[in-house]
């Protein structure tokens, strides 16, 4: 029912209490006022309740519509806060969780767990790449890279962009096996990358992979020294390989 609609019943409303109001105060002939006093009580209310009742449940209305355009425009700005906080935790060219927020949740999940592996991982000779093709051709790469690295870990596993050409991942809960496992997993992923630069022919990639457990009683920072002492173990000892806790897998 629209506002002319309404507006006229609440007249009508209006006019039938007038008139049982005059036949209360007045009286008249059959119950009802006569003359002036008739008229009087159908045309007052009639003037007065039909524009007063037009005007409110138009204001109404619009209170309305003003209530779901705030509505709407809260929700667009909650999902744009929600867009911009998740854009401020990723890396702008992979996706992956940036350096401050891989570490703030490998973190959180250590202490959840109270198990897990930190794996640091290392494109291998990749200035080389940048020199020879250049810098876009290098992001290229690191995209193959950070590719096969999400194809390797398991779901609800940790990856990040730590560095320029260097990822963490860590794997909540991993035991010694299960952490071999996705490190070589992830190595061989790397090098099956088919990574054709300037339409040449295919060009190999490779990543080192410096890997240490979680030890209770011990720190992500330490956690982080050590992986790193094992990356550079699987660097020197010829890159394309996994080094975990003193126990090199050769490519």
Not at 69 to 86: C, F, S
Not at 208 to 222: I, K, N, P, T, Y
Request: glycine share 10%; net charge positive; charged share 25%.
């Amino acid at each position: 029912m629209g506002i002319v609609s309404k507006s006229t019943v609440s007249a009508l409303a209006s006019v039938a209490v007038s008139l049982l109001i005059g036949a209360v105060v007045v009286g008249g002939p059959h119950g009802l006022p006569a003359g002036p006093a008739l008229v009087m009580c159908i045309v007052c209310p009639l003037l007065i309740a039909w524009p007063a009742s037009a005007w409110l449940l138009w204001q109404k209305k619009k209170l309305r519509i003003a209530l779901e355009a705030a509505e709407t425009a809260h929700a667009r700005l909650a999902e744009a806060h929600r867009a911009l906080a998740e854009k401020a935790r990723r890396d702008d060219m992979t996706g992956m969780l940036n350096r401050e927020t891989f570490f703030a949740e490998a973190e959180a999940a250590r202490h959840e767990a109270g198990a897990g592996t930190l794996l640091i991982v290392d494109a291998d000779n990749f200035k080389a790449i940048n020199d020879r093709y250049g810098h876009l051709t290098g992001d290229i790469a690191l995209l193959e890279i950070s590719t096969a690295i999400r194809r390797a870990v398991r779901e609800g596993d940790i990856v990040g962009r730590i560095g320029g050409e260097e990822f963490g991942v860590f794997l909540a809960g991993a035991d010694r096996g299960e952490s071999l496992t996705v490190a070589e997993r992830l190595r061989r992923e790397v090098a099956a990358a088919d990574f054709r630069p300037a339409g040449e022919a295919r060009t190999p990639l490779s990543v080192s992979v410096g890997g240490a457990m979680h030890r209770r009683g011990s720190s992500l920072s330490e956690l982080l020294r050590e992986a790193d002492r094992r990356l550079y173990e699987a660097k020197q000892s010829g890159r394309n390989r996994v080094v975990f806790t003193r126990m090199p897998t050769a490519a």
